[in-house]
């Protein structure tokens, strides 16, 4: 009955490598989000999609590509992964468009770690 | 641009004392302030929102904030934390720039320690 789920929960590769990570929402939310934790524990928005449309997209390497099949899940795809992509990702999901009175709902976080 | 700070990077209380967690935010627009906990290796969980009812906001776990606006500040308290609090809070401004588009800006995080 998890609200937003991510997986995997924890991601170990190598430098170079490609993986995904996937989120899925049973909220019946319209509006998805992939943030970046860092070390610092700083949260910083990377996209985000209303109804399987991209609406946000901050400057994020273009190795980053989000995909979202339909409204209750986006998944996100990282080529040619770098140490500095070694952070916690998060999903999230709201009601409605971004930012709009509504609070989010995240996902458990997916610990990316690259060697 | 709107932006929000979190004006202490930890803050240590003894069980059973109040919490007051401070955040300031600058807003262009009437914002809605959110507050989220993150317990070691768990996911962000809601504590409370602020938008634009009651400037007293109560949340879950016994948490509350109220919303200064000549103040900018939307301050988080406990009137005596428990040892469960301890964990890193974010408090978040809702960004709107008069149109339908937003975003979530969070602040750097408050780490809390309770000591027995």
């Known amino acids: 009955d998890t609200a937003v789920s991510q997986t995997p929960k924890y991601l170990v590769t190598q430098m170079g490598n490609d993986k995904s990570i996937k989120c899925e929402q049973n909220l019946g939310h319209d509006t998805m989000y992939w943030y970046k934790q860092d070390s610092k524990k700083f949260l910083k928005i990377m996209f985000s999609y209303n109804n399987k449309e991209l609406i946000i997209n901050e400057t994020v390497p273009n190795r980053f590509s989000p995909k979202s099949p339909d409204k209750a899940h986006l998944n996100l795809h990282i080529n040619s992964l770098e140490l500095g992509d070694s952070a916690v990702y998060f999903c999230a999901s709201s009601q409605g468009l971004p930012g709009l009175h509504y609070g989010y709902t995240f996902g458990s976080g997916t610990r990316l770690t690259v060697v | 641009a709107q932006s929000v700070t979190q004006l202490d990077s930890h803050v240590s209380v003894s069980e059973g004392t109040p919490v007051l967690l401070r955040c300031n935010y600058s807003s262009s627009y009437s914002p809605s302030l959110f507050w989220y906990v993150q317990h070691p290796n768990k996911g962000l969980q809601l504590l409370l929102k602020?938008?634009?009812?009651?400037?007293l906001v109560k949340g879950i776990n016994g948490f509350e904030a109220e919303f200064k606006k000549s103040e900018t500040s939307f301050h988080l308290t406990k009137p005596s934390a428990h040892m469960s609090d301890a964990a890193e809070y974010f408090c978040?401004?809702?960004?709107?720039?008069?149109?339908?588009?937003?975003?979530?800006?969070f602040g750097k995080g408050t780490k809390l320690s309770v000591k027995p």
């Open positions: 978040v401004v809702s960004e709107r720039d008069g149109g339908s588009q937003g975003n979530l800006i």
């Open positions: 602020y938008t634009s009812a009651a400037t």
